[in-house]
């Protein structure tokens, strides 16, 4: 806990309630650039609360937000994605309707220049734009080895090869940090496996920190760089897997009753 580098995102002690519940009360986190940085604790401890507060979907009740060492409180979801937040959702949050390469390039309508007038009339600078773009996602298509899925129905899909595609979506907003929720659950072992590699690729090619809620320890202690733990809304440890370990509050909060594999 002694180093105090800059921090990418930083939040700073968010207050967020629901009616009576406590989802947060007074919760501090600082992201290190180029760090895998989980988020762990048991069901209900306000992990996704802290997630949709950074990423712009929750307001706190008090509390500031720092992206690049500017305060981004006032900004909503869309202007934080704009910003650089990318995020994938606990769940499935892809079109099913659409091929795995048009689901990515949804990814890239929130950064559109052009804008939607110029894209209808095709101007010159809409269309270079779109090539870009169409480039760019064959780029992240090799990177997610999705070449021969490229052209098939997300809704057809196996789970993991959704939440990779939903990973592409993600990555087409060009994110200057990564937020993912539960990104493995529901996942089988080499599912779970591929994603954590291709989370430590996206963090050593790209330099892109990823700040992730996983229930999965081994997986937790094996990619992660930084471990925050919250319990019942406020956070009991932050430090490296090795001390997160055998911290006995987090053994102790582990014991007290968390499940494996939750959901909302
Ligand atoms: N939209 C909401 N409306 C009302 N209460 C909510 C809402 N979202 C979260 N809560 C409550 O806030 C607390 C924290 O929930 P949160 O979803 O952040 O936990 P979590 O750590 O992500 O849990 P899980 O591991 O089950 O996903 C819980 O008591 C939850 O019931
Ligand atoms: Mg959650």
Redesign the pocket.
Known sequence: MTERAEAVLEARELRLG??A?E?LRGVSLRVAPGAIHALI??????????LNCLSGFYRPRSGRVLFGGRDISALGPAARARAGIGRTF?GIHTYPGLTARENILTGFHARMRAGILAGLFRWPAAVREEEAFTARAEEIIAFLELEEHRHALVGEMPYGLRKRVDLGRALALEPRILIM??PMAGMSPEEKGDLARYILDIRDRFGIPVVL?E?DMDVVMDISDRITV?EF?AVIADDIPAAIRTDPRVIAAYLGGATEG???
């Open positions: 629901f009616g519940v989802a604790g048991p069901n209900g401890a306000g992990k996704s609360s802290l606990q929720d539960e809620v229930h919250l809304g939750a959901t909302p």
